[in-house]
């Protein structure tokens, strides 16, 4: 099944992230570029970082010219996801473009990648209340909150590949198609964001 495939590609990829757990070391892809398992790797890579951006700038005590400084770079994280996204779907098109697509076919609330998207950030919700679940220094009560809210995500996971799984399988099968709307972000646009405009 194809969510599992990407879930241990998130897992392979959270787990390198915390050999070092630093937000600025150096990325390196293992799969080929040419394979899907290249944009999942990178995909979840952004993400995991990124999660480390949003723990960083929460610091009460962080200083307001660092808080900027991160803020553009998670503007640029999430850039960098959305195009993710898009390449991931652009995968998907390519591969099942040759399947005639039945008369009574629907489109699904979302396209496949933007559900995959959502598995990565699960994978990290995952591998971190598994965490806090686990910590030698937090109380009883703390470790068995975390670990009712750890079961959830375990029985999201199992629903959230579940419905992946059967949504390509329905595109496989003609049942379903998918349209990849381009993202139209308007506030890194200097012509379509008012205040980036005025500055020209």
């Not at 937000?23 to 398992?37: G, H, I, L």
């Not at 195009?83 to 076919?105: C, N, P, Q």
């Not at 699904?108 to 965490?131: C, F, G, Q």
């Not at 199992?158 to 799984?165: C, E, N, V």
Request: net charge negative; charged share 35%; with cysteine.
């Amino acid at each position: 099944m194809f969510s599992d495939f990407a879930y241990q590609i998130f897992e392979e990829s959270i787990k390198k992230y915390h050999v070092l757990d630093k937000v600025d070391q150096v990325f390196e892809n293992p799969y080929p570029k040419s394979e899907v398992s290249h944009l999942l790797y990178r995909k979840n890579w952004i993400d995991t970082v990124q999660w480390h951006y949003e723990d960083i700038i929460r610091d009460p005590d962080i200083v307001p010219e660092d808080a900027l400084v991160l803020k553009r770079q998670i503007d640029a994280s999430n850039q960098d996801r959305t195009d993710l996204v898009e390449y991931i779907d652009s995968y998907f098109l390519e591969k099942y473009r040759s399947v005639e697509v039945r008369e009574e076919a629907t489109i699904n609330t979302e396209s496949p990648a933007w559900a995959i998207d959502r598995l990565s950030i699960l994978a990290l919700k995952v591998y971190h209340m598994n965490e806090e679940a686990n910590r030698s220094d937090a109380s009883e009560e703390h470790l068995a909150k975390c670990r009712k809210k750890l079961a959830v995500l375990l029985e999201q996971r199992k629903d959230l590949s579940t419905a992946i799984d059967q949504l390509l399988s329905d595109i496989a099968s003609g049942e379903k198609y998918m349209k990849v709307y381009k993202q139209m972000k308007m506030y890194n646009d200097d012509e379509l964001n008012p205040v980036l405009r005025a500055q020209k």
